[in-house]
Structure formats: structure tokens, C-alpha cells
């Protein structure tokens, strides 16, 4: 069999963590994958895979072998478009992540754009609010909210959103208003994070650094649900501007503290920089940039 396809299935196989998963990707029968990837360990003399009936898992050899073959295919890609010229339409398989809520009110709205005008593309998104290595876990393009660490990947800054404390009128109604970051300590807190009991929140006024450690009546693993917490009225969370801009809008739910706000966060596409970006790549980042740069949410 053809070297690069049996790299093709395999890659398919480790990143879909299934044979069936690879073979919908890749159109092709379940049995046919099963033998690529029998043919390509008996041709390294190297097993790739180890499988179980619930799940399948490169090994270590096969973890090596998963990052150059998604080098090489990439570098086949490059050459095939240099050939067929710039404006080559765009084809094959790509692969997005980003955070949970900024992909699903952002992101997506721009994956079901470029599908509908690049039928010969597939996508797979992965929204997790952790950062993901696009190199080492086979991602194309991905968003980073924050400040980024020297890296080899190129980025494009596309906005910026705030740290911004909320609340709902109804609670504010029979709590009163905070004016100063200490008076959070007499109000009910609401965290999004499982990692600790307390959270430090910091504020900024005039250069001078408040830290105050909130101590939260309730903790929730995700950003959605803190936000249902204090949309039906119970106390104050802190989240990013994006998250809540909807409920600002239709006033179920209002900033506090403005004036003590830390500086904006910027709102980075980064993708991997080779000697000249896939089309499937460069189509989808220009047409993600542009859509994020025009929505003021993400450039107040």
C-alpha cells in the first residue's frame, strides 16, 4: 500500500482514538482501516496502537511516529497547493480548538461559514477551557484568550475582553451594591473553579494593586454555571466579558466594580507557521479573524 495513505489512516486512527472513528473521517469501511494499519506496523516491524475494546491508544513508538507522520502529510499538503497555485480551493481535514463558551458563541458561527463555503473541507472543533499544545495534540488553528508565551506558532490578534464582576439587578436589589473590592466580603460569591475553596481576585485602580481573597458560598466547575447562578439572582461572579455580553445586553445581569478592572486580555488566532500556510488554513483564519475583529463584544 501507498506509504503516505496507510500515514493518512493512522493519523486518522490516533487523533479519532478509534478505528471507526478513522475510518468515517477518512470515508473509507472499518475493515479496510483495520488493514492499513495491520499493513503499516508490519511494515515498521513496530506495533503503533494499543487497543482494547473501549479505546484505542498510540504507544510510545507510536507517538513519535503520530508527529512526524502529521509533519510530513502537512509538507506533502504544502507541496501539492504550491503546485496547484495560491488560490487552490481548499480541501481535506482541519482541526480547531478553543475555549468551551468563546467556541461555541464565536467560534462555531465561523466553522458553519467556512463549510458552507468550502464544501470540500471537514472539521473537527475541540472546546476545552484548558490550553491545548496544537503541535503535540494535532490542531491546525486554535484561540488563546491572554497573554502568549514565546512560542513557534503564528498569531494574530483579533480582540480583547475584561475580567468584569457581575451580578443579577434582582440580587443587587436586596443586597446592595459593592463600591470597593473589600466590600465583596459581605456579599455572596459565586466561583467558577474546582480547583480551591478560596480564589484570590485581583483588582487595579490608579496603578495600585488590590488582591482580595474571595471566599465563594458556592463553586462550579464551569463558566455557564456560574453564570445560571447569578442570572437567577444568587450572588457575584467574576468572568469574562464575552461570556456574560448577551445577559448585559438584554439586562439580566449588570458589571460592578468597572472602575477596578484589570487591563484587557487579548484575544489571539495562532496557528502553526510553515513555509507558507495551507489554504485549508490561511481560508479558515482569515475568514475567523474577520469575523471576531467585527463583533464588539470582543473589542470593548
Not at 472539521?123 to 495534540?137: G, K
Not at 487579548?266 to 463583533?295: C, N, Q, W, Y
Amino acid at each position: 500500500m501507498d506509504r503516505l495513505h496507510l500515514m493518512s489512516v493512522f493519523v486518522a486512527v490516533a487523533e479519532e482514538e478509534g478505528f471507526a472513528g478513522g475510518a468515517r473521517r477518512l470515508g473509507m469501511s472499518p475493515p479496510a482501516v483495520t488493514r492499513s494499519i495491520a499493513a503499516l506496523e508490519a511494515r515498521l516491524g513496530v506495533k503503533l496502537l494499543h487497543r482494547t475494546t473501549r479505546f484505542v491508544r498510540v504507544t510510545e513508538a507510536g507517538q513519535r511516529y503520530l508527529d512526524d507522520a502529521r509533519r510530513i502529510l502537512s509538507e506533502v499538503d504544502e507541496a501539492d497547493e504550491a503546485v496547484a497555485g495560491i488560490h487552490a480551493e481548499p480541501r481535506g481535514y482541519l482541526a480547531v480548538t478553543a475555549p468551551v463558551l468563546f467556541g461555541r458563541m464565536f467560534v462555531m458561527p465561523g466553522i458553519v461559514e467556512y463549510l458552507q463555503q468550502y464544501p470540500a473541507m471537514t472539521v473537527s472543533a475541540l472546546f476545552l477551557d484548558r490550553v491545548v499544545n496544537l503541535l503535540e495534540e494535532g490542531f491546525d488553528v486554535g484561540v488563546r484568550i491572554g497573554e502568549l508565551p514565546d512560542s513557534s506558532m503564528k498569531a494574530i490578534r483579533v480582540g480583547q475582553v475584561r475580567q468584569v464582576v457581575c451580578a443579577s439587578p434582582s440580587y443587587l436589589a436586596e443586597h446592595g451594591q459593592p463600591n470597593t473590592p473589600l466590600e465583596l466580603a459581605n456579599h455572596l460569591m459565586v466561583a467558577a473553579s474546582a480547583v480551591s475553596p478560596v480564589v484570590d481576585w485581583k483588582f487595579v485602580q490608579d496603578a495600585q494593586t488590590t488582591v482580595v481573597r474571595v471566599k465563594p458560598r458556592l463553586t462550579v466547575s464551569s463558566n455557564a454555571a456560574a453564570i445560571e447562578a447569578v442570572r437567577h439572582g444568587f450572588g457575584i461572579t467574576r468572568l469574562l466579558s464575552y461570556q456574560i455580553a448577551p445577559y448585559l445586553a438584554s439586562g439580566q445581569l449588570k458589571t460592578l466594580l468597572s472602575e477596578f478592572e484589570p487591563g484587557h486580555l487579548p484575544i489571539h488566532v495562532i496557528h502553526r507557521e510553515g513555509r507558507s500556510a495551507a489554504a485549508k488554513v490561511r481560508t479558515f483564519v482569515d475568514l475567523m479573524a474577520a469575523r471576531l475583529r467585527a463583533d464588539p463584544a470582543l473589542n470593548g
